[in-house]
């Protein structure tokens, strides 16, 4: 840039030429209004709202005076009184409701230091709080050990560090009882010249507001007031300096916002927080410097006091202090500042800065510019018809000056301007101005700015293009204006140019009827919309996307063009169904879990009385037969129970390697006999390593899948085809859904049959769904299988097209190691039966069935049995001769008292009691605690008659045995 001439300056000539036109015109209204009229109208208004202020500030002493005697009254009674609770109970109320106190003292009391009053109590204060009917009601809340305490507070700390007599105030709050604003005031009071405790008086503010709200109407605008944290004593909106808490309702909770908080809402009130700031630092600097300052005070308040924090603590401190004692003896103004914009009268208005003596607390009175300045716009309406002519004559002049050395230039300047804006694309161009003034330096200076514009174009170009999520512009019919390589990958494009020339917007939607659905809420007038869409790629791949959609509006609110962030969601949405999914089958195994006992016991009761008929029906044959039909179907009821246990975790059937190709071949030969010729059915059965698995398991899956396949195709026939193969399956194969790479057992059943929709798909393995009829299925089949397939480790998918068939795949983990039989690990007892010879057997079950199917049993097999249905009857027998009984048989879910509560307290009174326990499904009993209760024999229900008698059997040759070793 060269180095401009003196002569040749726009800032020298265009100025010089106004100023020996305007000299006159200036001085006559800068002396006027300056020099004569405004300085005396500002005096005047200065010192009348001094007075106003001083006058106020006196009242409000007057009120806190009385508050202070009262408290310093309190003191003294109970430095006098204690420790004669009694007397102060009745002594204290009546300062408080002397004549007139009660409209502005709203409660107060006593606080003794911890053990003061009562040696084993450690909180025993005493406070009053006035009733909204003037009546004074006496709290206890303080002294309760769980409520929030005393010692700690903001307005019993630093009264610690006062001397007799002397008073402080704390920081302005709501009571939590009456929900007013109040400050309190707090006295220490001494026992043998140690600090014993505080005695306190809660001053209303409402009386203040009153105050301020008569004495403002004779200046002309508003007073309010902040304590010493500059927090709210009053206020004429109520709403700008109480602010909700949290709570709701009738009563919610609030709390006085401080200056700074309602100038980070409100901007107009800054200028006049940072004044009262600027009056607390200065506070704290006077402080500093005085004698009676305390330097360690304020760290000790911050350690004393969880509710002061540092900050406030040196300003107590200082306060303490009383720094502004000989400052404003006079008078109590502070200081004074102008502002732009007033927060309540929205005009601008000059606040006045009063201090209260000892609280420190500031008033402040704001009164509108305009009632000080319009005299001077009176006096300036008559100047200004002088001023038009003047106005006029400099204008002529100045057109004249203006036209040579400014507008001719900026009209060159204004035609390379244009140049410039019509080649948009070309970032390069520059202004070319000669002149060595101001628009030359104009020049120079847009001429930096494009290159700086240059420079940040190609930076959010980077950004753009290497953002890992697709973003679009486009205008609102859907012609793309840009889009990044991301968004193009993700709509399967080769490149963003081969997308934005080939489609439109409207174009990538599966339902083009989604898209006045998203745009709904921009043309409404919202900034930006959040939506899931389905969208289609290049070659017409469906998939869920995640749309955040922007709106890039003119200065008249009019859409100019579409921001658009997409990602691809269906992974997402994918892996949220499956969790949904684990839920759904976690809920139904808490239901199978659930009424497992029960259904147990009516399995025992089925199974027991079906033997003792077996043992009536001695030589009849085809009584016999129906019988034994009853015990098998019995059995395939309890492995049912179990299996669904299995399937929902909430049990785990033995398992031990097995050889799963005779259990499928065994399977398919029941089933061979309970489907219709129609139906043909196939297998390629391989070998292969064992599974680590039981064979219930194994038959229940092979038996529900080719049942479902029938029920597919029992109308129309077709043909199941079941195979059997080992195979290693790594990540990338497509049967890998989430399992380790391994080698696998694969079983595969296929079916020419109807085949199922993508919903029906989403679906099958959910416990009670089914496409079938009501008495045709419950919709637990496949949901078993599932739950199977789980808890072995593997994995089970589905593939099905409608009219075509369906295939399961079910992948099981292969054991690698060499395995024998041995491995494998049975529950059956094994050993004589024998029987009774009088023995007393205690048995309690809550079913009355239980309890008369096996007292017949054992009292057959020569026992004196004694049954309860009621656990806390049992217990009372034994408590009436603990030593009489020679075996105990409990169930474990009882009402009233728990088969583990009995056996616990039976051990208590007899150690030695043999204990059988028997139960029909407890999740909680794990194998510690059955060992814990030295249990005889731990059954599952339902028992057979053998199994019980030999476990009876045991016990009392145990017994029998112990007697003759005690002899």
Known sequence: MPHKKFNHSLQTLIPV??????????????YVTQDIVRPVLLEQHAHRIEDSGNMIVARINTMLSQAETVAVAIADITESLTPDT?????????????????????GGGLWPEPYMFDSNRQRRSFFWYRETDGRLQYLNDYNEPSGPGYHNEEWYVPARYLANGEAVWSRAYIDPYSHQPIVTCSVPFFKK?????????????????????????????????????????TFPWTKLSVAETHGSGINPSEKLLSSRELASMEPDFLPLHQKLEQINSMTISLARRKPEYQKKLASRLTAESYQ??????????????????????????LDSLHISRDIILHKPCRATIFNMPETYWKVVLVVPEKAVTAPVNGLANRIMASLVLLISITMLVAGFILRRHLLLPLKNMTSQLKKISEDTENLSLELDIPSDNELGELAYYFNQRTKALRDSEERYRTIFNGAGEGISLS???????????????????????????????????VDINDRPGVLEGLKAGSFSTLKEVWFRKKDGTRFLASLSLGAVRDSHGNIMYLVAMTQDITRNRQLEAELRHAQKMEAIGTLAGGIAHDFNNILASITGFNELAQMSARDNETLKSHLDQISVAAERARDLVQQILTFSRNTDNEKHPLDIAPVIKEALKLLRSTIPSSIAIKTEISAVRPVLADPTGIHQIIMNLCTNAYHSMRETGGEIFVSLHEKFIDVNDPENTNIAPGTFAVIEVRDTG??????????????????????????????????????????????????EGTLFTVCLPVILEDVTDTAVTTHE?????????????????????????YKFMLEDAGYEVTVFTESLEALEQLKHDPCGWDILITDMTMPGLSGEK???????????????????????????RIERLRLIAFLQKPVDKNTMLMEVGRAVAAQEKKGSAGE
């Open 86 to 106: 009694v007397s102060l109970r009745q002594a204290v109320p009546r300062l408080f409701n002397r004549r007139g106190y009660e409209t502005f003292i709203t």
């Open 193 to 233: 010249d140690i600090f014993a405790g505080v005695a306190t008086v809660d001053l209303k503010l409402d009386g203040i507001a009153t105050l301020f709200s008569e004495a403002a109407r004779d200046i002309d605008g508003y007073i309010f007031a902040v304590d010493r944290d500059n927090r709210f004593l």
């Open 754 to 803: 109807s085949g199922m929709d993508n919903d029906t798909l989403t679906k099958i393995f959910e416990p009670y769904f089914t496409t079938k009829g009501k008495e045709e299925g419950t919709g637990l089949g496949l949901a078993v299988v599932h739950g199977i397939v789980e808890s072995l480790g593997g994995t089970i998918r589905v593939e099905s097209t409608l009219g």
């Open 308 to 333: 002061i924090n540092a900050s406030e603590a040196e300003l107590i401190a200082a306060v303490l202090a009383d720094p502004l004692k000989k400052l404003v003896s006079e008078s109590n103004r």
């Open 829 to 853: 007892i094994e050993g004589p039966v024998h029987g009774g010879h009088g023995q007393k057997i205690m048995f309690v079950d809550d079913e009355q069935m239980i309890c008369r199917l």
């Open 902 to 928: 009995l056996i616990q307290k039976a051990r208590e009174m007899n150690p030695d009691l043999p204990v059988i326990m028997c139960t029909g499904y407890s999740e909680v009993l794990t194998k510690e």
């Open 475 to 509: 205008t609102m019919d859907g012609t793309f204006i840009a889009v990044n390589p991301r968004f193009a990958e993700i709509f399967g494009y080769n490149s963003p140019e081969d997308m934005s020339s080939s489609i439109k917007t409207k174009d990538l939607y």
């Open 17 to 30: 030429s106004f100023i020996i036109l305007l000299t006159a015109m200036v001085a006559v209204v800068v």
